[in-house]
């Protein structure tokens, strides 16, 4: 069964730093796509970043790039995200998802795309 946990969320100042990780177990993921997503205070849930397993092109939401990179560790089966000059509105719950199904480079920005969920971490920025 797939399990996805993330970790390293947290408080932090504006202008900050935090790196998430996302620890996946359960199978082989070199299909995948692992994606992150983020949920604030009543509103939807937004796309972030995702790569695709086997290939070296990332995807970023415009409102993240240039302040965040998504990358994986194959040794730890693990995704990590490190958000740098974190900003007020950056906060939310972050989670991690992956897909095996083979998307294009649209829909991989879709939360329904995403088979499997993490349970989220907290990250909160302060102003």
């Known amino acids: 069964q797939v399990h996805l946990v993330e970790s390293g969320g947290g408080l932090v100042q504006a202008g900050g730093s935090l790196r998430l990780s996302c620890a996946a177990s359960?199978?082989?993921?070199?299909?995948?796509?692992m994606g992150w997503f983020r949920q604030a205070p009543g509103k939807e849930r937004e796309f972030v970043a995702a790569m695709r397993w086997s290939g070296p092109i990332l995807y970023y939401a415009d409102s993240v790039k240039g302040r965040f990179t998504i990358s994986r560790d194959n040794a730890k089966n693990t995704v990590n995200l490190q958000m740098n000059s974190l900003k007020p509105e950056d906060t939310a719950v972050y989670y991690c998802a992956t897909t095996q199904r083979g998307y294009s480079d649209n829909r991989l920005r879709l939360r329904i795309s995403y088979d499997y969920w993490g349970q989220g971490t907290q990250v909160t920025v302060s102003s």
């Open positions: 359960g199978r082989t993921f070199s299909s995948d796509t």
